[in-house]
């Protein structure tokens, strides 16, 4: 007589719990696709943009499908938007974005740009509506993937930092068809390459940073015993080494900053908000006048700030020059490229200097960038969007908003003195980043019910 699970078999013959086989495939999967995804992301943010958009565009087409073979498109159609409080700011921000395109030196670059920022604003919208809709377990295996993700990258940037890029100078000794984009980032000789420069683990290193706090609570979230254990430790010992051997001050910054933060939160969340609210808000007020001084005062000489530093006074002080003469609406989305080319035979590099009198492509600064191709009604757009992040965190549970108020610090401080505010791979980032602690807050926020712990 058959056994229920000879019963079970398919009709090819294989045995089959159908429902516990798909299960288990799906939750493989789904480790695997985060693992994927965020590796992917930490090594390689480039093409990381490529690939993560790729992927989460082809969810929301397969769930928009779904809706659609279910009847229910309509009410689908109405979650692939952001919920208030950040439907209104998002809108009216990316809409002014639009308009500059018209007063631009690149109107369509600047509307490319705006348009894959309303595509990323709207894919993410609705992955995090699917995600906080989906099978608990589901997204706990995402979670894994995701830490086990972070853990790989986080080792090879540590490596990288430490031994001064020898596993990429290997890399692109040993197979040359990988230096196809990064010569100028490389030092070659006859033996091979010599030296790679730190600009591609400066990127990895951001991407981390970004990442590091949504790994943390997905960890906490998800692991237990020598599991838990082993990863915060892994994550803690990567955030010493990178505050004393990374080259990317721009990280160091955000992760000294943010894990202060978070320690501060520990003490009082409503203060620590108002707190960052505060600072957001300085940040945005003060970048103009801050810039103007700091080169007035003469710090770009000052013989106790790295070079690097010393540029970016340089390039804050000339754009902050630009911005008085176009104070309202800018000079336009995406012009700071173009506008940097036009000057190219213009520019000059007073002796002393470590840099000319320039903007760049971008100023190294999203506060300053914004006020200068936005001008006063894009920075206070733009100030209105990150109050209102603040202010939709307010509902999370205080054990999982200390983590939202850490992220939007690291995040703050990596846009203050770093990369620019069109480039694609740190938008995606940033956006990655977002939806990994949404998704990870809320599987938090369901143990903690079921704890009746709701107040963390």
């Not at 089959?16 to 930490?42: D, E, G, P």
């Not at 030296?195 to 237990?224: E, K, Q």
């Not at 080259?247 to 108002?274: C, D, E, I, K, Y």
């Not at 003469?325 to 590099?349: C, H, I, Q, Y």
Request: glycine share 8%; charged share 15%.
């Amino acid at each position: 007589m058959p056994t229920a699970y000879d019963q079970a078999r398919s009709r090819d013959g294989h045995p089959a719990s159908t429902a516990r086989q798909t299960s288990l495939r799906l939750l493989i999967t789904a480790r695997f696709i985060a693992f994927f995804l965020t590796l992917a992301t930490v090594i390689a943010p480039r093409f990381a943009p490529v690939i993560l958009l790729g992927a989460l565009f082809a969810v929301l087409l397969l769930r928009t499908a779904f809706e659609l073979w279910k009847g229910r498109l309509f009410s689908h159609l109405r979650t692939l938007w952001p919920a208030p409080p950040l439907a209104l700011p998002v809108a009216l921000f990316t809409g002014l974005a639009l308009l500059g395109c018209g007063w631009s030196a690149d109107p369509l670059g600047g509307f490319s740009k705006v348009a894959l920022l309303l595509v990323l604003v709207v894919v993410v919208a609705s992955i995090s509506d699917a995600v906080a809709k989906a099978d608990p377990e589901l997204v706990r295996a995402a979670a894994e993937g995701f830490v086990a993700g972070m853990l790989v990258g986080a080792a090879y940037i540590v490596f990288e930092s430490v031994t001064r890029r020898s596993l990429s100078q290997w890399l692109f000794t040993h197979f040359p068809s990988l230096q196809s984009g990064y010569e100028k980032h490389l030092r070659l000789s006859r033996r091979g390459v010599l030296h790679v420069s730190d600009a591609n683990i400066n990127r990895s290193t951001a991407a981390l940073g970004l990442m590091f706090w949504p790994a943390v609570l997905a960890a906490l979230a998800t692991l237990s015993g020598r599991l838990r254990t082993i990863a915060l430790s892994g994550f803690a010992i990567t955030l010493v080494i990178l505050l004393f051997y990374s080259r990317h001050q721009s990280t160091q910054l955000g992760l000294a900053l943010s894990a202060a933060v978070l320690a501060l939160a520990s003490f009082s969340v409503p203060a620590t908000r108002r707190l960052l609210a505060g600072g957001w808000i300085g940040a945005l007020v003060l970048v103009v006048p801050l810039s103007l001084l700091t080169y007035r005062y003469e710090l770009h000489l000052s013989p106790a700030l790295f070079n690097t530093a010393k540029a970016r006074i340089i390039i804050w002080n000339f754009t902050s020059e630009r911005v008085l003469e176009s104070p309202l609406l800018g000079v336009g989305t995406n012009a700071t490229r173009e506008l940097d080319k036009l000057r190219k035979g213009l520019k000059e590099k007073p002796e002393g200097y470590t840099s000319a009198l320039e903007t760049r492509a971008h100023p190294h600064n999203a506060y300053l960038h914004v006020w200068y191709e936005l001008g006063a009604i894009g920075a206070a757009l733009f100030g209105w969007l990150g109050l209102a992040v603040l202010a939709a965190v307010t509902r999370w549970p205080d054990a999982t908003q200390r983590f939202a108020l850490a992220q939007f610090t690291a995040t703050s401080a990596v846009i203050l003195s770093s990369y620019g505010l069109w480039q694609t791979w740190f938008q995606d980032t940033i956006a990655f980043s977002a939806l990994a602690l949404a998704a990870w807050a809320g599987l938090a926020r369901r143990t903690l019910e079921k704890s009746g712990n709701t107040a963390g």
